[in-house]
């Protein structure tokens, strides 16, 4: 994808756990705008964190499952999944910060429900905090995607990170994350933010 991608900033990004829509669910409340990171980025797209918090008050009461950039630089938008209380998934789609359409439900039967509730039931984290470690990680990057997923039996977030670096980059911690075309990607442990990569 091309240069104008957000950035997520270490600094103001408070952490909620997990994030939800201002109805919030199991009575908890969403995160304050205070504890988001600046809106805007510097070419006027609307960051991950506002686009994010466009879709869950689309959606009340829902959890966040996944957001990404898509669309070349002068259409881009976020395509935000978010599950509501009963683990139906709605799509959102978030440009300048506006929903562009009415959420719309995606097809899938009672396995799938029971899958997306198990997963924000091991979602102690929320997206803003696997943002952030994924760029302690990569602190040059700017994130394209985040996903809640398992791997290996557990809840994690999958993270893309663009970067402009070749090769294998050393997090400092001794381990290395696998690039790929400038591109790391991260798996976090949803339970604790660990990082598994």
Not at 17 to 33: I, L, N, R
Not at 97 to 104: A, R
Not at 106 to 114: D, I, N, W
Not at 164 to 186: I, K, S
């Amino acid at each position: 994808m091309g240069a104008a991608l957000m950035t997520v900033t270490a600094c103001g990004a408070e952490d909620t756990t997990p994030e939800q829509s201002p109805a919030g669910q199991g009575g908890k409340a969403a995160p304050s705008p205070s504890a988001s990171p600046p809106g805007t980025l510097p070419n006027g797209e609307v960051s991950m964190a506002e686009a994010a918090k466009a879709a869950l008050v689309a959606v009340p009461g829902s959890h966040l499952l996944s957001i990404d950039l898509e669309g070349k630089p002068a259409e881009r938008r976020w395509d935000v999944m978010v599950s509501d209380a009963k683990g139906v998934e709605y799509e959102v789609d978030v440009k300048d910060g506006k929903v562009l359409k009415e959420p719309e439900a995606a097809p899938g039967g009672e396995a799938e429900r029971t899958r997306i509730m198990s997963l924000i039931a091991g979602d102690k984290i929320g997206y803003a905090k696997a943002a952030k470690a994924a760029l302690t990680r990569v602190p040059e990057g700017q994130i394209e995607e985040l996903e809640l997923d398992t791997y290996k039996k557990a809840v994690v977030w999958d993270v893309d990170v663009l970067t402009t670096v070749d090769g294998t980059q050393d997090g400092g911690n001794g381990a290395e994350a696998n690039m790929e075309r400038g591109r790391t990607h991260l798996r976090i442990n949803a339970a604790d933010g660990a990082i598994l990569n």
